[in-house]
């Protein structure tokens, strides 16, 4: 069903992306992909309708729920958990692996002590199989650890030629950051990536996607709920998904975007956190900056002075350096613009 609010694993639930899914299986044996766009664009989905066309073994790693600072359990928990997930295909490769604990249909990976398995270990061990190691999000892996994860990316790009890492992400400068494949400090530094990138339905696409889904439920598109929600929404198939199924529950476009809205705050309100762990003002700051951009400021100088009269102080232009920036690298804004329209406005609350 079009409609579905989870990831689409079929080509018949997912609509076009035809390019982008030929793209993933034609460079699967590489090395290293990486698929780019905005949250909700449909990077999973595309990733998964691509894996399970190829019939390759893939594991799903999903890195959404690392928190800024995360520790070795964590990571280690959430990589347990995943291979849990393909148990049947990786345990006759991992049973009796030093740091490897199989009981029933679980796995754990040992992350302390002498019994310990390090992940360029397990990536060895796993290269005696073809396997697809997909890292959902994996901008989030940015912290203490990621050298040591690099590292072992970067050792099995050069021995382990059995597997394929891909990683998405939708804090896109952050990804990049995060792979430092142009940092001369990094791990993965010159090593060749495949990139595809998931932009935005065209108007028409996005009329399209919505009356193939109203029809699939059995329902003639109303033109005018049509245009309002392609109004609202733009192009972004999960939020045009969000919208349609709001209103099949009945909902009135009004209440949708309300809705809308308050998921896009409640979100919005995590990357302010994220500041707020650096100090209250430059949470405050942040908050000052994005109602700034959400009324329209869209020159440096406007946005410099609508912060400065909101704070009542002055700003130095380095900060502001930095606020611009970081609001780039998490795919909030480019160019003074905000990349998703629910943001913008909730940006104005
Ligand atoms: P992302 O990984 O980029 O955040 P997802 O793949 O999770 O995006 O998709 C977000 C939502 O939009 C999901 O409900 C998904 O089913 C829907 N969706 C995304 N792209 C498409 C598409 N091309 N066709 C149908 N539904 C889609």
């Given amino acids: 069903m079009l409609f579905d609010e989870r990831p689409k694993k079929t080509r018949d639930e997912l609509f076009d992306r035809e390019k982008e899914i030929e793209e993933i299986k034609n460079n699967i044996n590489r090395p290293l992909l990486a698929i780019s766009g905005i949250r909700r664009i449909g990077k999973t989905s595309t ?6 066309e190829l019939k390759t073994d893939y594991v799903l790693i999903d890195c959404r729920r690392l928190k800024e600072n995360y520790g070795r359990q964590d990571l280690y928990s959430i990589f347990s958990a995943s291979f849990s997930s393909i148990i049947d295909k990786v345990r006759d490769i991992l049973s009796g692996v030093r740091g490897v604990s199989i009981v029933g249909n679980s796995i754990e990976f040992k992350w302390k002590g002498r019994q310990s398995l390090s992940l360029a270990d397990l990536f060895d061990h796993l290269n005696k199989k073809r396997l697809i190691i997909a890292i959902d999000e994996a901008q989030k892996l940015r912290g203490p650890l990621s050298t040591e994860i690099k590292d072992a990316i970067a050792h099995a790009y050069d021995y382990d030629e059995n597997l394929t890492f891909i990683f998405t992400g939708s804090e896109i400068g952050l990804l990049y950051d995060f792979l430092g494949v142009e940092d001369k400090n990094s791990p993965l530094y010159g090593r060749y990536y495949y990139s595809v990138t998931l932009e935005r339905f065209s108007r028409e696409m996005s009329k399209e996607f919505l009356t193939k889904g109203f029809q699939e439920v059995g329902l003639r598109a109303n033109n005018s709920v049509v245009d309002k929600l392609v109004d609202l929404f733009d192009g972004i198939p999960g939020w045009l998904t969000f919208g349609a199924n709001r209103f099949l529950e009945g909902g009135k476009i009004d209440d949708i975007m309300e809705i809308a809205i308050s998921v896009a705050l409640d979100e919005l309100e995590k990357l302010i956190d994220t500041k707020r762990r650096v100090s209250e003002i430059s949470a ?28 009542g102080t002055t700003i130095s232009s380095s900060v502001l350096d930095n606020i611009l920036l970081s609001l780039e690298k998490t795919s909030i804004i480019k160019d003074y613009e905000f990349l998703d329209p629910i943001y913008r406005e909730a940006s104005k609350r």
Avoid at 47 to 52: G, K, R, S
Avoid at 289 to 295: D, I, N, P, V
């Fill in 284 to 311: 405050r700051r942040y908050k000052y900056a994005l109602k700034c951009l959400g009324s329209g400021m869209n020159t440096w100088s406007k946005l410099l002075d609508c912060i400065q009269r909101s704070e």
């Fill in 47 to 52: 990733l998964l309708v691509a894996l399970n």
